[in-house]
């Protein structure tokens, strides 16, 4: 995968604790020696769900995921959309491991922004209650319906710091797609696709490379490509 270009994700698994921290320390150490000084870091793709919970006597992959992330090597994902995960989950990790190697994800499908009702996620059948997306057939959760603005949100109300929420929803993960020199802060010369809010963290205005995205939408060929 990393010879491709692929960055490596561990998710969706029962492996052990040994297995997991091989695998991952094995593809951090391949993008090292294949992108020197690139800021690309193996992930795992989203922390707790899909893979056994953590037992004092097992501690199967979480174990070694929160070890390897709370060390700089990987960066863990979380869907912190207050049903994936229980807000006082989404503060230990972040405790734990610090914002800097947390990527803030939404896990969304097609009913994001819309209305209860049934949906498709692939060949199966989705029922959407209370902004919760479960399989018709047997009640698992399948996928999400929050945006990012939402998992940033139910983040901070979970007592996470505003700051820290914001850095796991932008910088980090553009960091960890190598695009730090782009996308994910307010700084001279990255594009200035920002997203202004109120204290509340709602949106407030869009902009899309500088243009407010109402202009943006009719006249992106002409924007310009770099903040200042």
Do not use: F, H
């Given at each position: 995968m990393v010879d491709l270009g692929v960055t490596p994700s561990l998710g969706h698994t029962d492996a052990d604790t040994q297995t997991t921290a091989d695998s991952l320390t094995r593809a951090a150490e391949l993008l090292t020696s294949n992108r020197p000084g690139s800021t690309v870091r193996p992930t795992v793709t989203h922390l707790f769900n899909g893979m056994p919970p953590l037992h004092h006597r097992q501690p199967g992959p979480v174990a070694a995921c929160l070890r390897l992330a709370a060390s700089g090597m990987i960066a863990v994902e979380l869907v912190a959309d207050g049903v994936h995960l229980h807000p006082d989950t989404v503060r230990m990790v972040f405790e734990t491991v610090g914002s800097n190697n947390v990527i803030l994800v939404t896990d969304s499908m097609a009913a994001t922004g819309l209305p209860d009702g049934d949906y498709d996620l692939?060949?199966?059948?989705?029922?959407?209650?209370?902004?919760?997306?479960?399989?018709?057939?047997?009640?698992?959760?399948?996928?999400?319906?929050?945006?990012?603005?939402?998992?940033?949100?139910?983040?901070?109300?979970?007592?996470?710091?505003?700051?820290?929420?914001?850095?796991?929803?932008?910088?980090?993960?553009?960091?960890i797609l190598g695009h730090q020199d782009e996308i994910g802060s307010l700084r001279a010369g990255l594009r200035a696709d920002i997203l202004a809010v109120d204290g509340d963290f709602r949106p407030v205005r869009v902009f899309r490379q500088g243009l407010p995205l109402s202009q943006a939408a009719v006249s992106i060929t002409a924007a310009p490509t770099t903040a200042s």
């Open positions: 692939g060949p199966a059948g989705v029922r959407v209650s209370g902004g919760e997306a479960r399989l018709r057939s047997n009640g698992s959760l399948a996928g999400g319906t929050a945006t990012l603005l939402d998992v940033v949100r139910r983040t901070i109300t979970s007592g996470v710091d505003a700051a820290d929420a914001v850095l796991s929803a932008t910088a980090v993960p553009a960091g």
